[in-house]
């Protein structure tokens, strides 16, 4: 009785923080001022005005898929903008919001058509305060699922570090480094790795999705710079000294994150993962990583950035990340995404897993050519066991 009690006690804490948590995850926030004195602040430039608003269905992934969805009408796409460098742009600042209250003209619209190969070709139409700086990229990202992060938090350091490879001394094509940021952190949430933890890609998304201010991330102006004055007089949500998201919300949604599921291990033909080793996929998704504590999570990725290729180089630096560097995107889930019609890669640009490894370039170009010569049996099995992920 007595080991029960002191197990039930702090888990109901946890369940408290992360039931707060849910409710801050799906809380539509509105304009300030607001008699809702607790959930207003948004903006006055936003891209949604939710965390649920892009990651539906209490952290899911998008379903924007590249070519089919209008990316300017599609929640769960995003455009940051920085230079190769990763300089935010002076005038907008690191990510596009397309919409603004008040005064605040929305910052644009996003476009796309598409060139030679397929190859996307973004554009922004009316800047509303202006023109860009000319070293100012587009880099589109889709919101991914949030299943399991609280487990990719948990990897060790130590296990991510042991698998770089810079100068490929193993001489097998794959280098791999880790996210280390400015401030000796290591960089595993995003695309490009740029968040260290989950409180910290949350503070991000505060700041640049919906324009709210945290105890890390005070300004609550959000990504609004000199160069837009309207937004920056604008009225917001926060009491002086006080963030527009109090720290006990943070918390709770740091509860919330962290106790997602990972997605349900499915049944695997042994054939399949045989081939998906051999080919060398798994030098990048690996199929385990260890957790502290104990235990693995079977995420398939290595956590580590890639120089993916020409056909990947968005042209903007982000955090470690090298303008054609991306994160080793995890594998788990993939049948659910897939079922969902949702697009695969960072930008939602392929429509199924052979498209996916036909974007594969760089350090994934052996991989992408053992794909190749594999017999169309062996390819349709390798297929099949990532789309059953
Ligand atoms: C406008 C759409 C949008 C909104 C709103 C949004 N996100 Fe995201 N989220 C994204 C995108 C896009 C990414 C990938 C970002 C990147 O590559 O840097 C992302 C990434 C994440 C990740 C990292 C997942 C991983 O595997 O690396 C977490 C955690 C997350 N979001 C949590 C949140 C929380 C919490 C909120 C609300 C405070 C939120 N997001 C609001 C679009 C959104
Ligand atoms: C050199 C490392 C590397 C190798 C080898 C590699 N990948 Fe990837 N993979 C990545 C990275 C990095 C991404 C994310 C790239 C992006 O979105 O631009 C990715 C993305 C994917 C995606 C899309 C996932 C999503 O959530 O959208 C699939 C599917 C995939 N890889 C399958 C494979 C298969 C199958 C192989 C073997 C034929 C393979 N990869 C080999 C690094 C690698």
């Known amino acids: 009785m007595l080991a029960l009690l002191s197990l039930t006690a702090p888990a109901s804490a946890r369940d408290l923080d992360s039931a707060i948590g849910k409710a801050v995850f799906d809380r539509l926030w509105v304009q300030a001022p607001a008699s809702t004195k607790s959930a207003d602040g948004l903006g006055p430039l936003f891209a949604a005005r939710s965390c649920a608003s892009c990651h539906a269905g209490s952290g899911g992934r998008t379903t924007f898929r590249l070519g089919r969805d209008d990316p300017a009408e599609h929640p769960g796409l995003v455009i940051r903008l920085g230079a190769a460098d990763g300089r935010p742009d002076p005038t907008y600042g690191a990510q596009l919001q397309p919409e603004g209250f008040g005064k605040a003209p929305g910052e644009g619209r996003v476009a796309v058509r598409f060139a030679a190969a397929g190859r996307p070709d973004w554009s922004v139409t009316d800047w509303g305060y202006g023109a860009p700086a000319p070293e100012t990229r587009l880099s589109p990202r889709v919101a991914p699922s949030l299943s399991g992060v609280g487990l990719l938090a948990r990897v060790p350091e130590a296990a991510i570090l042991a698998r770089e490879d810079p100068e490929d001394r193993d001489g097998d094509g794959v280098s791999g480094r880790a996210a280390r940021l400015p401030d000796g952190s290591l960089g595993r949430f995003g695309w490009k790795a740029a968040e260290p933890t989950l409180e910290a890609q949350a503070a991000q998304a505060f700041l640049l999705d919906l324009g709210l201010s945290t105890t890390d991330r005070p300004d609550p102006a959000g990504d609004c710079t000199a160069a837009e004055p309207q937004c920056r007089t604008a009225p917001h949500g926060a009491e002086a000294g006080e963030p527009e998201v109090r720290p006990e919300l943070m918390t709770g949604l740091v509860a919330f994150l962290d106790r997602r599921p990972a997605p349900p291990p499915r049944p695997a033909s042994p054939r399949g993962e045989r081939l998906f080793v051999a080919a060398g996929c798994a030098a990048c998704?690996?199929?385990?990583?260890?957790?502290?504590?104990?235990?693995?999570?079977?995420?398939?990725?290595?956590?580590?950035?890639?120089d993916m290729g020409e056909a990947l180089d968005d042209g903007m630096g982000e955090g470690a990340a090298k303008s054609a560097e991306w994160r080793t995107a995890p594998l788990?889930?993939?049948?659910?995404?897939?079922?969902?019609?949702?697009?695969?890669?960072?930008?939602?640009?392929?429509?199924?897993?052979?498209?996916?490894?036909?974007?594969?370039?760089?350090?994934?170009?052996?991989?992408?050519?053992?794909?190749?010569?594999?017999?169309d049996k062996e390819q349709a099995e390798l297929l099949a066991y990532v789309s059953g992920l």
């Open 285 to 306: 998704h690996a199929p385990s990583l260890p957790l502290t504590g104990g235990g693995e999570v079977r995420a398939h990725t290595d956590l580590l950035l890639h």
């Open 332 to 375: 788990w889930g993939l049948s659910r995404a897939l079922a969902q019609n949702a697009g695969l890669m960072h930008d939602g640009r392929a429509a199924d897993v052979r498209a996916a490894i036909g974007w594969h370039g760089g350090e994934a170009e052996g991989a992408k050519a053992r794909f190749g010569r594999l017999s």
